[in-house]
C-alpha cells in the first residue's frame, strides 16, 4: 500500500464511520501536510504503513500490533507480516526506520541504535495511535510490539521507556544490542508480557546467551513466555506467526478472566 492508498484507505475509514469533516483535499483533511488547524487526522510521520482486518467491525475494540520492519526492510513488509499473524484479529501499524541499510538490495533501513532516536520515536508512536483513534477502534490497552532483527533491539528499548502504553512484546528471531538494557534500571513492567524466541541470542551483536536476555527481562518483572513453550519445535516463520497469534489472544483471555 503506497502513500496514496494509505491517504484512500484511512478517508473510507473515516466515511464508514459517518465523521463530519471539512470538503479540504484529502492530505490536508487526513494528514495536516498543510496548514490545517481543522483536520481530523494529522499523522507525525509519512512513512507508514497500516493494516485493517477483513469484515472491520467499528464497534469493537481491536488489539494494535507495532511491527518493527528488522533491517534491511520497511514499513510495507507489515502487508506481507499481518495476513500471516491473522486477517481478521487485529489493526496493524508499521513505521519505516529511518537509516538507510547500505547492505540492503533496495530500499532497505535500519533502527539506530540509540536511547535518544527511541524517546523521540516513542513520542512519535503515541502521537500516532492518537490520532488514528480519531477514526479506528484502537484497544488502548492490548497495544503490542512486535518484530524480527533488529526491530527486536527498538522493540526492547520503546517497551523500557513506555510500559505502561503497551501491553507487551513479542521479540522473533532478534538481534539485540549491549545498550538495549543500559535504561533498564528502575523500570518496572510488571503486568507488561514478553514472548522471546530463544534463537535471537545466535543473532545478537552481543555475545550474550539467551539465558542472559531471559534474566535480563526477568529483572523488570514483566512476564515472560518462550516460543518453545508454545511449541516445542517453530523454525518456519509462518509458525512463529501463528504463535504469536496464540500469544496475544491468550493474553486476551486472561484479561477477560481477571
Request: hydrophobic share 40%.
Amino acid at each position: 500500500m503506497d502513500f496514496t492508498q494509505r491517504l484512500k484507505w484511512i478517508e473510507q475509514v473515516m466515511n464508514a464511520e459517518k465523521t463530519d469533516y471539512l470538503q479540504s483535499p484529502s492530505e490536508n483533511r487526513i494528514l495536516g501536510m498543510q496548514d490545517s488547524t481543522e483536520s481530523q487526522v494529522q499523522l507525525p510521520l509519512k512513512h507508514i504503513s497500516l493494516f485493517r482486518p477483513e469484515h472491520y467491525e467499528p464497534g469493537y475494540a481491536y488489539p494494535l500490533v507495532i511491527w518493527l520492519h528488522t533491517e534491511g526492510g520497511s514499513e510495507h513488509d507489515l502487508h506481507q507480516i499481518m495476513p500471516q499473524i491473522s486477517m481478521r484479529n487485529y489493526l496493524g501499524l508499521s513505521f519505516r526506520a529511518p537509516a538507510i541499510d547500505p547492505a540492503a538490495q533496495e530500499n532497505g533501513y535500519h533502527w539506530p541504535d540509540s536511547h535518544l532516536f527511541a524517546a523521540r520515536f516513542m513520542e512519535s508512536i503515541q502521537k500516532t495511535v492518537l490520532e488514528l483513534s480519531k477514526v479506528l477502534n484502537i484497544h488502548e490497552d492490548r497495544i503490542y510490539l512486535a518484530g524480527t532483527g533488529n526491530g527486536c533491539s527498538i522493540a526492547t528499548k520503546l517497551l523500557l521507556k513506555a510500559p505502561h502504553f503497551f501491553a507487551g512484546a513479542a521479540l522473533l528471531n532478534g538481534s539485540f544490542s549491549d545498550k538495549d538494557f543500559q535504561k533498564a534500571s528502575g523500570a518496572s513492567l510488571k503486568g507488561n508480557r514478553v514472548l522471546l524466541d530463544r534463537r535471537s541470542s545466535s543473532h545478537s551483536d552481543s555475545k550474550h546467551s539467551a539465558q542472559w536476555l531471559s534474566r535480563m527481562w526477568e529483572t523488570t518483572g514483566a512476564g515472560i513466555q518462550t516460543v518453545n513453550s508454545l511449541k516445542s519445535e517453530a523454525t518456519q516463520d509462518s509458525e512463529l506467526f501463528n504463535i504469536l497469534d496464540r500469544w496475544i489472544m491468550e493474553g486476551i483471555s486472561t484479561a477477560w478472566l481477571v
